[in-house]
């Protein structure tokens, strides 16, 4: 099966500083990939779709200067958490699509973020 | 916006017990729907899904059921076992890309032996 992976698993920062969480798929091309947050005890919420050498689309209330995408190739994306805060601690996931979106997405085994 | 939304927050079987887990959803436009389950720590791990020109979707010891006309979902898992303890989230892709998901609250079940 597609098979989507995370780096880093974990990762802690203190605050202010910035973090880069990168998706990537192994064995299939990702026109597409998504990035969600989950907060404890809570659903998964979609942050931003991005399409391979485009600016990714943000969903509503998600600021995009502070959570930079970049998806420059057709196997990995990142997001960059800038000047981190305590309230950005979650567990970030992305999923990897191929066929433009027309097609299942495979999700990653998320990061867990701690600001301190 | 339009959500997802779950009628169950948890749910508490006996192992070899059938289980049954709900989703409503409210975006008419939605065509394309997944179950998933989520262990702690982890990422979700894609279990079925269904799209909106079929009702019952069957796979191993698991089925889902559609039902557009009450834009009612639903996972049933037959004989659960102890490792099917998780969360379990529905998802619909509100008739854009398949990826594109908005996720419902999430079901915790547990299977006690």
């Known amino acids: 099966g597609a098979v989507v992976s995370q780096h880093p698993s974990w990762v802690i920062c203190k605050s202010g500083t910035s973090v880069k969480i990168e998706c990537r798929s192994l064995d299939f091309q990702a026109t597409t990939m998504f990035w969600y947050r989950q907060f404890p005890k809570q659903s998964l919420m979609l942050m931003a779709t991005s399409n391979e050498g485009s600016k990714a689309t943000y969903e509503q209330g998600v600021e995009k200067d502070k959570f930079l995408i970049n998806h420059a190739s057709l196997t990995l994306s990142t997001l960059t958490v800038t000047s981190a805060h305590p309230e950005d601690s979650s567990f970030y996931i992305c999923?990897?699509?191929?066929?433009?979106?027309?097609?299942?997405?495979?999700f990653g085994q998320g990061t867990r973020l701690t600001v301190v | 916006g339009e959500s997802v939304g779950l009628h169950l927050p948890t749910l508490s079987v006996q192992e070899g017990d059938n289980s049954i887990i709900n989703c409503a959803y409210s975006?008419?436009?939605?065509?394309?729907f997944i179950w998933y389950k989520q262990e702690s720590g982890k990422g979700p791990q894609f279990i079925i899904d269904i799209r909106s020109n079929m009702d019952k979707r069957q796979g191993q010891r698991v089925t889902v059921l559609l039902n557009k006309t009450v834009k009612h979902l639903s996972l049933q898992i037959a004989a659960t076992q102890p490792g099917d303890s998780a969360v379990y989230f529905c998802?619909?892709?509100?008739?854009?890309?398949?990826?594109?998901?908005?996720f419902g609250q999430g079901t915790i079940l547990t299977v006690h032996p």
């Open positions: 999923s990897a699509s191929s066929g433009g979106g027309n097609t299942e997405a495979f």
């Open positions: 998802a619909e892709n509100g008739g854009t890309s398949y990826g594109k998901l908005t």
């Open positions: 975006n008419s436009a939605s065509d394309y």
